[in-house]
């Protein structure tokens, strides 16, 4: 085909007429109906509604706490407010008496040691003293005291770490029949902080190896040669025992423990309303947290959804504009 021609075939192109030219205008002016749900209809809808859901968990939790507080943590709370009591057992064959409670209103006095049983009576102190000054002089106190009262020092564990700060570990062997003055006299060399003690029964097992002496006393006073001589070992072994858990209740075991620190002051337990708030404050963060992590692993489907919505409205327009160019 010539240039002469083509030119020729371009300069008589027809003429669209008037009424073809109104109806495309018409087609382009007029807007496609509405669609009743849209995605920035159904964001705005879900967003807020997802909020409130959250917002309305938060409080749920919260107002449930604050009505109903956990029973648990109320009894422990009861459970601390009561006074501790330290309890003496009773041992078979003694009044009713000796088995009342002591309370803990006269804090320097100990269940009374039972005179006719063998016991393991063992006592512990914790003394709060000004300074390593007066901790070292306490440490000396309590060790004279023991000596008086006719015990002995089993240890001392003396410790300064910093100036002015510093523990002293004391374990005495103090008679029973004074273990009472003892743990006055030594309640007296500071502030109280902790005050403990514990009594078990040993007369059971001391009944029980003078029967099996007895008995074996019996059966050599019958045997001759090496079955005898075996009997008198026992006897002999069995008395031994015995004679170690005859001095182990003749002497009551007393720890004191000083140190110059000061004792935390407890934490202030929190009420209803503080509790609402933490479990309210709690449960967003965690929702927070989840709609975080879904953010995250849904990003690159969210990205690929964006870039196809507006590369397709991109080609949609791109097709209209060759479209109209056509006409």
């Not at 010539?2 to 008589?12: G, N, Y």
């Not at 920035?40 to 917002?55: F, K, T």
């Not at 001759?224 to 070992?233: I, K, N, S, V, W």
């Amino acid at each position: 085909m010539s240039p002469d021609l083509v030119t020729a075939l371009r300069a008589e192109t027809p003429a669209a007429p008037h009424r073809l030219r109104e109806r495309v205008a018409a087609v382009t002016v007029t807007t496609p109906p509405a669609r009743r749900f849209t995605t920035r209809r159904i964001l705005s809808i879900a967003v807020p509604v997802a909020a409130g859901l959250s917002l309305a968990a938060a409080l749920a939790v919260g107002l449930n706490t604050a009505i109903e507080p956990n029973r648990s943590r109320d009894a422990a709370e009861a459970f601390k407010a009561a006074p501790p009591q330290d309890v003496t057992p009773s041992p078979a064959g003694e009044a009713p008496e000796r088995a009342t409670a002591v309370p803990r209103q006269s804090r320097l006095t100990a269940p009374i040691p039972a005179q006719r049983r063998a016991q393991d009576y063992r006592a512990s102190l914790t003394l709060l003293v000004d300074g390593t000054d007066e901790l070292s002089a306490t440490t000396q106190r309590a060790l004279r005291a023991a000596r008086r009262l006719g015990g002995y020092v089993l240890s001392v564990n003396y410790s300064t770490p910093e100036p002015g700060d510093g523990t002293a570990a004391v374990r005495l062997r103090i008679p029973v029949s004074r273990v009472q003055a003892a743990i006055v006299e030594l309640s007296s060399m500071g502030r109280i902080l902790a005050q403990d003690t514990q009594v078990s029964d040993l007369q059971q097992g001391l009944d029980e190896l003078t029967r099996r002496i007895r008995d074996l006393e019996r059966r050599a006073a019958r045997a001759q040669g090496a079955e005898r001589a075996q009997l008198l070992a026992q006897i002999e072994a069995l008395r031994n025992q015995r004679v170690q858990i005859n001095r182990q209740a003749a002497y009551a075991t007393v720890n004191l423990d000083l140190t110059t620190h000061e004792p935390k002051a407890p934490a202030v337990t929190p009420g209803r309303l503080d509790r609402a708030l933490d479990d309210s404050v709690g449960i967003l963060l965690a929702e927070l947290a989840i709609a975080a992590y879904a953010l995250i692993v849904a990003s690159p489907f969210i990205l690929l959804g964006f870039a196809a919505f507006f590369g397709n409205r991109a080609y949609r327009r791109h097709a209209d504009q060759r479209l109209l160019e056509r006409a």
